[in-house]
C-alpha cells in the first residue's frame, strides 16, 4: 500500500507561520480513503499544501475496503477518514462495527452511478421512452428493468446486483431506484444480515474498483458506485450507466470525513485544523466554475489516490457524463464539493440515512422522530465546521457569504421534482417520510422471521 510521505525537512519552510495559529495537539496524521474521486479534498487538500499551511504533516494511505478503513479509524491506526456517511451513524447506533464516530465536514454531493450490464440494457432498452434524436430519456426508472427481472425469475434465475457496503449511500440509492421502480431489495432483521429478506433483486457488497471485474465475469448484472467506476465500464465496453444520483436525488449528500469522538475531545484544535484544511480544498475544487478541474483529475488519476486512467475520471469529473458509449451530456453539477453548502455537515442528511436504514430493517424497531434528531447530532458537527469556517474567513481564505452561518441544521424539505420517485423529503419529520413510501417498513413494523409484521 503505497504511502505519500512528507519530509519535514523539506516541509517546515513551508508551512505559514500565519496560518498554522492553533496550538495543535498533535500534528503528525495518517487518514484513510478508498480509491474513489470524490476522496478528491483529501488529496488536494496535501497535494496544495492546505494541511501544511495548517501545520499538519498528513500521510493518506488507500484502504482495501470500507470495513478496513472503518476498523483502522476504530482502533488508532488512522486518524480520520474519508467514509460513507452511514458509517459513523452505524457504529455510533452499534450497528456492526460499535464506536462513536462523528463527522464535522461533509466531502460532496452527488458522484454516483447504477451501471447495468451490456445485455441486461439491451433488455431494457425497448422499456424506455426516447427523445426526439433516438436517444434514451433520461432519468431512467426501474420499471424499466421491471420486466426483465421478471424474466430472469420465471427462469429461476436470481438477479444479483452489487453495492459497496451495508451502510453506503450506494446500497440505499439502488434500493431507492429499485422501490421507486416497484422491484422490492430486500430488507434485513436482526438474525439475518444479507439484506435479501424478500428480495426481487439480490444485492450484495463488491469492493468500488473490483465493481467493473465483477459485472464482466456475470457474478452481478448491475451496480451502484461512485466514480471512476461507472465510466470505466463505459470505455471497456462492458456496461451502461442507467442513472446518476443526481437524478435520482438532485444533491444528495454522499460521503463524510469521519474520525472518533475521542480523537475530536483529546485533539479538539488538530481538528479544527483539518477541517480548515479540508474546507480549503473543496473552495479550490469548485471555484471559478470548476476551473481547477483538470488539474485535479491528474492528481487523481496518480497510482497512489485512484489510479484510474484521466481519460475515464475526467468523464464525470469536468462536467459531463457518458452513458452508452457516444452518449456524453452535460452533468455540471455530478461532483459537487462546495457550492450548495455541500461541505456543511447538515443534521437532516443524517436523518435521511438513518430513514433509509429504518426502512429496510436496519434499525430493526420504531424510532420517535426525537431519535432520529438525537443521533444525527450526536454524529453530524456543523458547531465544529463553522468554527473552522470562521477561522478562514478571518484569515482571508474563506468568503463570509459562503457559510450558513444562521442554520439550525435541518435543511428546507428537497421537492418531489428533485427526487425519482416524486416523494418529498423533509428531515425534521422521518417517520412521516418513511409513511409516505411504498416500499418498505413504516411505522411499528418489524421483520420477523422473513415476514412483516405490525
Not at 388 to 412: C, H, I
Request: glycine residues 8%; charged residues 20%.
Amino acid at each position: 500500500m503505497k504511502k505519500l510521505l512528507l519530509s519535514l525537512a523539506a516541509s517546515t519552510a513551508i508551512v505559514s507561520p500565519a496560518l498554522a495559529e492553533l496550538e495543535l495537539e498533535k500534528d503528525e496524521l495518517t487518514f484513510g480513503f478508498i480509491k474513489l474521486t470524490d476522496m478528491a479534498p483529501l488529496a488536494v487538500a496535501y497535494e496544495n499544501g492546505y494541511f501544511l499551511d495548517e501545520g499538519l504533516f498528513v500521510t493518506l494511505e488507500a484502504q482495501a475496503n470500507w470495513k478496513v478503513l472503518l476498523d483502522g479509524v476504530i482502533d488508532g491506526q488512522l486518524d480520520g477518514a474519508h467514509m460513507v456517511a452511514g458509517q459513523p451513524l452505524a457504529a455510533t447506533i452499534g450497528y456492526g462495527t460499535e464506536a462513536h464516530i462523528i463527522t464535522p465536514f461533509s466531502m460532496d454531493l452527488n458522484g454516483n452511478g447504477i451501471t447495468v450490464s451490456n445485455e441486461i440494457w439491451e433488455e431494457m432498452k425497448p422499456n424506455i421512452p426516447k427523445m426526439d434524436d433516438g436517444r434514451p430519456q433520461h432519468p431512467i426508472s426501474a420499471e424499466a428493468l421491471a420486466p426483465v427481472v421478471e424474466k430472469y425469475k420465471s427462469e429461476g434465475k436470481p438477479f444479483n446486483m452489487g453495492m459497496v457496503f451495508p451502510v453506503s449511500t450506494h446500497n440505499y440509492e439502488l434500493r431507492y431506484w429499485l422501490a421507486a421502480g416497484g422491484l422490492h431489495p430486500g430488507y434485513y432483521s436482526p438474525e439475518n444480515v444479507t439484506g435479501q429478506i424478500g428480495a426481487d433483486v439480490f444485492l450484495s457488497v463488491t469492493p468500488p474498483p473490483q465493481m467493473p471485474a465483477t459485472l464482466e465475469a456475470g457474478t452481478i448484472y448491475g451496480y451502484c458506485v461512485g466514480e471512476p467506476w461507472n465510466q470505466q465500464a463505459v470505455f471497456k465496453g462492458i456496461g451502461v450507466p442507467v442513472i446518476t444520483d443526481y437524478e435520482l436525488w438532485k444533491n444528495n449528500p454522499e460521503k463524510v470525513f469521519g474520525i472518533t469522538a475521542e480523537f475530536a475531545e483529546e485533539y479538539p484544535n488538530t481538528t479544527l485544523a483539518v477541517t480548515k484544511a479540508l474546507i480549503r480544498a473543496a473552495i479550490w475544487l469548485d471555484e471559478n466554475d470548476n476551473a481547477n478541474r483538470p488539474e485535479a483529475v491528474e492528481i487523481l488519476s496518480r497510482p497512489e489516490y485512484v489510479g484510474a486512467d484521466y481519460d475515464v475520471i475526467a468523464n464525470s469529473m469536468t462536467g459531463t457524463f457518458e452513458y452508452e458509449k457516444g452518449d456524453k451530456r452535460e452533468v455540471p453539477d455530478f461532483n459537487v464539493f462546495f457550492r450548495y453548502n455541500a461541505t456543511y455537515p447538515f443534521y437532516s442528511d443524517a436523518v435521511w440515512y438513518l430513514t433509509q436504514m429504518r426502512r429496510w430493517g436496519q434499525i430493526a424497531d420504531a424510532k420517535p422522530d426525537s431519535w432520529y434528531d438525537e443521533v444525527a447530532k450526536s454524529v453530524y458537527k456543523p458547531e465544529i465546521y463553522l468554527e473552522a469556517a470562521r477561522l478562514l474567513v478571518d484569515e482571508g481564505l474563506a468568503n463570509e457569504a459562503d457559510f450558513p452561518w444562521e442554520s439550525d441544521g435541518y435543511k428546507a424539505p428537497t421537492p418531489a421534482e428533485d427526487i425519482i420517485d416524486g416523494i418529498a423529503y423533509d428531515g425534521r419529520t422521518p417517520n412521516a417520510y418513511l409513511e409516505s413510501l411504498s416500499i418498505g417498513l413504516k411505522g411499528d413494523q418489524k421483520i420477523v422471521g422473513s415476514d412483516v409484521q405490525g
